[in-house]
Antibody
């Protein structure tokens, strides 16, 4: 049973950098069968795809966030991380880490519980 | 910028049938967008219902079905139950590894 757990600061000030880590158990982030995703959800709104990383280190980001986002892997800790620079109130959201199969038709089939990040002065 | 459209809200009577849709602000949704559907109840992470247009995820009751209807992806719930009351999100592939979610539909069962 794969489990994903997000961790990181829950409160940031505008212009700071959001840093979240997803710890994976029951699976390896070095598996070539999956992409490791970040998805966020502003309060009361829909889901937004942030981006993903593959075991090789290749990444893909939401074009609207691309200039501020970095997703990275730490294979020694079986973790992957999200950094979002220069945050504003619009970045306030529940951030989910998740896993998706590499086949384009595959679903996002395992999700973390989510962590709320609030940006406020 | 292409926007994925969903009905903001919908209601269905217990035992009834409802079809939620997922469209594009420009163009039509097809199987090449590999539509998937996720159910989310308050305070919970989303749960996968349907992927690859019409494939049910493991453990999902067969009252949930996916399809392409006209120029949109569709999620049909047949014989709605009280615990189907939730938010439903669709996700589409835009190609080149880019994915987009719709804004979600809040389904009320009453």
């Amino acid at each position: 049973q794969v489990q994903l757990r997000e961790s990181g600061p829950g409160l940031l000030k505008p212009s700071e950098t959001l840093s979240l880590t997803c710890t994976v158990s029951g699976a390896s982030v070095t598996s070539g069968n999956f992409y490791w995703y970040w998805i966020r959800q502003p309060p009361g709104k829909g889901l937004e795809w942030v981006g993903y990383i593959y075991y090789s280190g290749s990444t893909k980001y939401n074009p609207s966030l691309k200039s501020r986002v970095t997703i990275s892997l730490d294979t020694s800790k079986n973790q992957f991380s999200l950094k979002l620079r220069s945050v504003t109130a619009a970045d306030t959201a529940v951030y989910y880490c998740a896993r998706k199969g590499v086949m384009v038709a595959a679903p996002v089939d395992d999700w973390g519980q989510g962590t709320l990040v609030t940006v406020s002065s | 910028q292409i926007v994925v459209t969903q009905e903001p809200s919908f209601s269905v009577s217990p035992g009834g049938t409802v079809t939620l849709t997922c469209g594009l602000s420009a163009g039509s949704v097809s199987t090449t967008h590999y539509p998937s559907w996720y159910q989310q109840t308050p305070g919970q992470a989303p749960r996968t219902l349907i992927f690859n247009t019409n494939t049910r995820s493991s453990g999902v009751p067969d009252r949930f079905s996916g399809s392409i209807l006209g120029n949109k992806a569709a999620l049909t719930i047949t014989g709605a139950q009280a615990d189907d009351e939730a938010d439903y999100h669709c996700m589409l592939s835009m190609g080149s590894g880019i994915w987009v979610f719709g804004e979600g539909t809040k389904l009320t069962v009453l």
